[in-house]
């Protein structure tokens, strides 16, 4: 998947064939067509999916969006969103709209779209407005992220980031997110424990599954090392790059990375024993506490971060609650995922307490220690 900015004109077979196949090219212009910004997916050299985006100020509209019927279920709809968003944002824009089809509001509540307004009907064919804000501080009060694990295409987990220490839940990822999109999750944190081996990205086969056959908004992490390592993440469906050792050890091509390709695009894992940072797969703890290392990456425009005491990972003993709130009276400008140690769903509800934006959850799901329907009270 290649997403390029493109012509009006080059939009306009696919608008037409998809969207409105018994009319002419010349008809399914839009005002003001020319001063537009339009992009497209291609696979290979095949364009599959069109967008036009028009910008005024705050405020940004999309519209036409149209995938052809042989790319349908790969996500390339949902990446091409999450990129014109992304674009939209760093141009000045707050709010991102469209007028969506009746027929395919489902898709945008997925996406986190609300309906604004009522439908209205417009050649025959009924709409409705639908938005998003592009604001980090409006994103949902309090996420469920459950993990997911990959050794050799499993889903795994880890005691304590052991290589020896392993034990195989499910032998298809895909059919363990489709549980958690079922249930009604819409957050999922993905990590390839190949690539973190490696120093690069492996399991990423696995990742434009999932992103192409959920509506999950996937993170993915392990093994990204270089650019192009990015660039595969976000070419195969990822909304979010999770990054840690490369920001402890190399931040200024870290802080390169936040600026080309957007802080909201960017998931700072921050692994902590003893208040300081640890990298090189829990086996190097630095001389950088915690403190000093996330203020570095806040001035440098990153507000997505996840922390992981090492001490508490994989062990079901409970999190560092303490550690997080001393995090949360320094930094209270972030979006803050607590990871590591949960083992019940009052450790839940402590960290939601606590001013948590969301806890990412792996063994205690899997081992039973929480229940589906205990997590559903929560989503």
């Known amino acids: 998947m290649n997403i390029q900015r493109i012509s009006a004109d080059d939009t306009l077979q696919l608008r037409r064939d998809v969207l409105y196949p018994n009319e002419s090219?010349?008809?399914?212009?839009?005002?003001?067509?020319?001063?537009?910004?339009?992009?497209?997916?291609?696979?290979?050299?095949?364009?599959?999916?069109?967008?036009?985006?028009f910008i005024e100020g705050p405020v940004a509209q999309f519209r036409k969006l149209a995938t052809h019927p042989s790319g349908r279920g790969k996500g390339y709809g949902k990446a091409i969103l999450a990129y014109i968003a992304d674009f939209s944002r760093k141009n000045g824009a707050k709010l991102l709209w469209c007028n969506a089809r009746d027929t395919a509001t489902s898709f945008y509540d997925m996406l986190g779209y609300e309906k604004i307004?009522?439908?209205?009907?417009?050649?025959?064919?009924?709409?409705?407005?639908?938005?998003?804000?592009?604001?980090?501080?409006?994103?949902?009060?309090?996420?469920?992220?459950?993990?997911?694990?990959?050794?050799?295409?499993?889903?795994?987990?880890?005691?304590?980031?052991?290589?020896?220490?392993?034990?195989?839940y499910n032998e298809h990822p895909l059919e363990v997110a489709k549980e958690f999109e079922d249930l009604g999750v819409r957050r999922l944190h993905l990590v390839d424990l190949d690539g973190a081996k490696k120093g690069a990205v492996v399991n990423w086969k696995v990742l434009e599954n999932i992103a192409g056959k959920t509506n999950l908004v996937t993170d993915f992490g392990g093994g990204?090392?270089?650019?192009?390592?990015?660039?595969?993440?976000?070419?195969?469906?990822?909304?979010?790059?999770?990054?840690?050792?490369?920001?402890?050890?190399?931040?200024?091509?870290?802080?390169s990375w936040v600026k080309k390709y957007g802080a909201d695009k960017i998931f700072l894992g921050a692994d902590v024993k003893d208040?300081?940072?640890?990298?090189?797969?829990?086996?190097?703890?630095?001389?950088?506490?915690?403190?000093?290392?996330?203020?570095?990456?806040?001035?440098?425009?990153?507000?997505?971060?996840?922390?992981?005491?090492?001490?508490?990972?994989g062990l079901l003993q409970g999190p560092s609650i303490d550690l997080y709130k001393k995090i949360l009276e320094r930094f209270t400008d972030i979006n803050f995922?607590?990871?590591?140690?949960?083992?019940?769903?009052?450790?839940?509800?402590?960290?939601?307490?606590?001013?948590?934006?969301?806890?990412?959850?792996?063994?205690?799901?899997?081992?039973?220690?929480?229940?589906?329907?205990?997590?559903?009270?929560f989503l």
């Not at 067509?33 to 497209?40: K, M």
């Not at 769903?345 to 792996?362: P, R, T």
């Open 275 to 313: 208040e300081n940072i640890a990298v090189g797969g829990w086996l190097e703890t630095t001389g950088l506490s915690i403190y000093d290392f996330l203020q570095n990456n806040i001035a440098a425009g990153v507000y997505n971060i996840f922390c992981t005491d090492i001490a508490k990972d």
């Open 224 to 255: 990204i090392k270089t650019e192009k390592d990015l660039e595969i993440v976000f070419e195969n469906g990822a909304a979010l790059a999770t990054i840690g050792s490369v920001a402890a050890k190399s931040p200024e091509l870290f802080f």
């Open 117 to 168: 307004g009522n439908y209205f009907t417009k050649k025959g064919i009924t709409f409705v407005r639908m938005e998003i804000s592009l604001q980090p501080e409006n994103m949902q009060a309090f996420e469920i992220i459950p993990a997911i694990d990959i050794i050799d295409g499993k889903c795994v987990r880890l005691t304590q980031g052991d290589y020896n220490q392993q034990k195989i």
């Open 25 to 53: 090219l010349d008809s399914v212009k839009v005002e003001n067509d020319e001063e537009g910004l339009h992009f497209g997916v291609y696979e290979g050299t095949q364009l599959v999916t069109v967008v036009s985006l």
């Open 337 to 377: 995922v607590a990871s590591g140690g949960v083992s019940n769903i009052a450790d839940v509800e402590a960290l939601k307490e606590a001013g948590c934006s969301g806890v990412i959850i792996g063994k205690a799901i899997y081992e039973g220690k929480i229940s589906m329907a205990e997590l559903k009270s």
